[in-house]
C-alpha cells in the first residue's frame, strides 16, 4: 500500500516518513507513511475551521446521509481494512470483523440520532408581552456544535475507537468537523478509514474541511493539533499520562478548550457469597475468560476482584488457577504495551503484601502470558499502587474481612468506567447499602456479567469519575456521546427571518421542540 495523509481533498504523500509494524513480527510492513508537517497541520485546522458554518447547519437528512455514506465506504473495504488491520494490530480477524460491524452501526446509530433531532433540544419561552411587572421577551434556545474537534485514534481499537470510531461519529454527527491524529501503531489501517471519509465527504458535497488525518510520532503532532486556536474540543482513549498531558495542554491554551479522555479504570468486580456458593467454578471461568479476552486490552478489563474471605472464594481462586492454565499466550498491540504490562504486572508480583496464584501458558518473545494475583483488603488500602491499571490479561483477587471492608476498600478506589456485582437474591439485602457509593465511584454498574464488550445504545455510559475520564458528566459509547460536542445558545427576540432554522415558527426541520407559555 502507498503511505499518505490526508489534508481535506488532498492525499499527501513523500517527505519524511515511518513504517507500520507487524504486531507478531516486529517486521516493517509496506508503506511510508509520511510524517505530517506543521504546515499541512495547519491547512487541516484552517479547513476544518472553514467548513464549520456550512458543515453544521447541513439539515439533519443531509448529516444523517453522510454518516451512512461513511458506512458503507467502510463496509466496501472490509477486506482490505480486516487484512491490515490483523498485522498492525495482531488482533484475530473474528474479532475486527466484529470491531468493523460496530463502527458502521455506531455510524448509523448516529444517523438515526441526528434525523430524531433531540440533540437539537429545541425549548421556545413564548413572549409574554402583557406580563406584569415587566413583558417578557421571546426566548428560544438550541443547540450548536462546538466547532473544530481533534480526535487520537486509540491503539487498542483500531476501528471502533479509531479513525472512524465513536469520537468521529459522536463529532460529525453534533456538526463538527474532524481533524483525527492517527496512532502510531496502525497507520495503514487509519489510511484506509480516512479514505473511506473522505470519498463519504466528496460523494456528499461537504467542504472539504469537514475531514483530515494527520501522522506523528512523538507527541509533537498531536499536541500542535491540540494547541491549534480552530480546535474547539478533543476526543481521547488511551494512556493516564497521555490524557493528562492534553488535558494540561488545552487548559494552557489562551482560550482552554474541553478535553474528552478516556483512560485508565480497573473495573471493580464484588463476588458476593450467595453467588460464591452457588457457582463458584462457573464465575471463575467467565472471570478468566474475561480478563484474557485478547490480551486484556481492554479499558474495560476486571482488574479487580473483590470478595468475603471464609465465603467460597477458595473454591473460586482454584478454578480460577486452573481455567488461567488454558490461557494461552497473546500477541500485543505493540511492544511498548508490551513492556508496561511485563513491568505492571512484575510490580504486582513483587509486592510483598501480593502473592502469584496462577500464570497462563508461558509466554514468547511478543506475546503476553495471562497473570492471577491475591492479596487482601488492609494491604490494599496500605498501598495504592496495588490498584493502578495493568493493561493486559491480568487481575488482582482482594479478600476482605467483612462487608464493612469490602465497603472501605470499593470508597477508597479512584474513579471507575464500570463496577460489577455477582448476586443472588440472598444477597441483595447487603449490597443496598452499597449501591449509591457505586454510582459515586462508576459510569455503569453491572449485574451477573463481566464489563468487558460495550453495547453501543441509547442508555449506553462509557465514562466515569477520573481517572476513568477526564469528565464524568459524558460517554464516550452510545447516543449521549453527541453532548460532547454541542453548546447550547439562547435567541432573545431575534426576528423569524434571522432565527436559524430550527427556531423558526414554521419550524421548517422538523424538529421536536418544548414550548412555554
Ligand atoms: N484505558 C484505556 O482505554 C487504554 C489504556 N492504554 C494505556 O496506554 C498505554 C500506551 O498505549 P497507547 O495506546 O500508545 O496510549 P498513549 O496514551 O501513549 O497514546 C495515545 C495517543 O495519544 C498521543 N499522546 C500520548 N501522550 C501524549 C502527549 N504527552 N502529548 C501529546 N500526545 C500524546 C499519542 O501520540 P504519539 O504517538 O505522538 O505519542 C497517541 O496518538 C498502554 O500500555 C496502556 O497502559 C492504552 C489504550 C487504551
Ligand atoms: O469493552 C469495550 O467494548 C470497550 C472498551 C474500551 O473502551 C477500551 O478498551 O478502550
Not at 210 to 228: C, D, K, Q
Not at 362 to 389: K, Q
Request: glycine share 10%.
Amino acid at each position: 500500500m502507498e503511505g499518505a495523509y490526508l489534508i481535506g481533498a488532498r492525499r499527501v504523500t513523500g517527505g519524511k516518513a515511518f513504517r507500520g509494524l507487524d504486531a507478531a513480527t516486529g517486521a516493517e510492513l509496506a508503506g511510508d507513511f509520511p510524517v505530517t508537517t506543521a504546515e499541512d497541520l495547519e491547512t487541516a485546522c484552517r479547513l476544518a475551521d472553514a467548513a464549520f458554518d456550512t458543515y453544521r447547519e447541513t439539515a439533519p437528512a443531509a448529516r444523517a446521509a453522510f454518516l451512512e455514506a461513511i458506512a458503507e465506504a467502510l463496509e466496501a473495504r472490509r477486506e482490505a481494512i480486516v487484512e491490515r488491520c490483523m498485522a498492525e494490530s495482531g488482533l484475530p480477524a473474528v474479532r475486527l470483523n466484529g470491531e468493523l460491524g460496530r463502527t458502521t452501526g455506531q455510524l448509523r446509530m448516529f444517523a438515526q440520532v441526528v434525523r430524531e433531532g433531540d440533540w437539537a433540544d429545541v425549548v421556545i419561552d413564548k413572549a409574554l408581552p402583557q406580563r406584569e411587572p415587566l413583558p417578557r421577551p421571546d426566548l428560544r434556545a438550541r443547540r450548536i456544535a462546538v466547532g473544530p474537534v481533534a480526535v487520537f485514534g486509540a491503539s487498542n481499537f483500531p476501528l471502533a475507537f479509531s479513525v472512524a470510531g465513536g469520537d468521529t461519529a459522536s463529532a460529525l454527527a453534533a456538526g463538527c468537523p474532524v481533524v483525527v491524529k492517527a496512532h502510531q501503531a496502525h497507520p495503514g489501517t487509519s489510511l484506509l478509514a480516512g479514505e473511506a471519509i473522505q470519498e463519504a465527504v466528496a460523494k456528499c458535497g461537504l467542504p472539504e474541511g469537514v475531514f483530515s488525518l494527520v501522522y506523528g510520532p512523538g507527541n509533537e503532532i498531536g499536541t500542535a493539533l491540540v494547541r491549534h486556536p480552530a480546535i474547539r474540543a478533543v476526543g481521547f482513549t488511551g494512556s493516564r499520562g497521555g490524557g493528562t498531558a492534553l488535558m494540561a495542554a488545552a487548559a494552557a491554551r489562551p482560550e482552554p478548550i474541553p478535553v474528552y479522555a478516556e483512560m485508565s479504570s480497573v473495573n471493580p468486580v464484588i463476588l458476593m457469597p450467595g453467588a460464591l456458593a452457588a457457582n463458584a467454578e462457573g464465575l471463575a471461568k467467565g472471570y478468566v475468560a474475561s480478563l484474557s479476552l485478547f490480551a486484556g486490552q481492554f479499558c474495560t478489563n476486571p482488574g479487580m476482584v473483590f470478595a468475603l474471605a471464609g465465603s467460597d472464594v477458595d473454591g473460586f481462586e482454584a478454578a480460577a488457577a486452573e481455567a488461567m492454565g488454558n490461557v494461552a499466550p497473546q500477541v500485543m498491540l505493540t511492544s511498548g504495551i508490551l513492556s508496561a504490562y511485563e513491568g505492571g504486572s512484575a510490580k504486582l508480583a513483587g509486592a510483598g503484601s501480593v502473592t502469584e496464584v496462577a500464570q497462563g501458558q508461558p509466554s514468547g518473545e511478543r506475546t503476553a502470558g495471562a497473570r492471577l494475583f491475591a492479596t487482601d483488603a488492609a494491604s490494599l488500602m496500605a498501598d495504592p499502587a496495588l490498584s493502578h491499571e495493568v493493561f493486559g490479561p491480568s487481575s488482582l483477587v482482594v479478600r476482605c474481612a467483612d462487608m464493612a471492608e469490602l465497603t472501605a476498600a470499593i470508597a477508597d478506589m479512584e474513579g471507575q468506567l464500570t463496577a460489577t456485582i455477582h448476586a443472588v437474591e440472598s444477597d441483595h439485602a447487603s449490597l443496598a447499602p452499597l449501591m449509591p457509593l457505586l454510582e459515586r465511584k462508576a459510569g455503569r454498574i453491572l449485574f451477573n456479567g463481566w464489563p468487558t464488550g460495550v453495547e453501543v445504545c441509547r442508555s449506553m455510559v462509557h465514562g466515569g469519575p477520573f481517572p476513568a475520564t477526564s469528565d464524568p458528566r459524558t460517554t464516550s459509547v452510545g447516543a449521549m456521546a453527541i453532548e460532547r460536542f454541542l453548546r447550547p445558545v439562547c435567541y432573545q427576540a431575534v426576528p423569524d427571518t434571522l432565527l436559524p432554522a430550527p427556531l423558526k415558527e414554521a419550524n421548517p426541520l422538523g424538529l421536536p421542540r418544548r414550548a412555554f407559555d
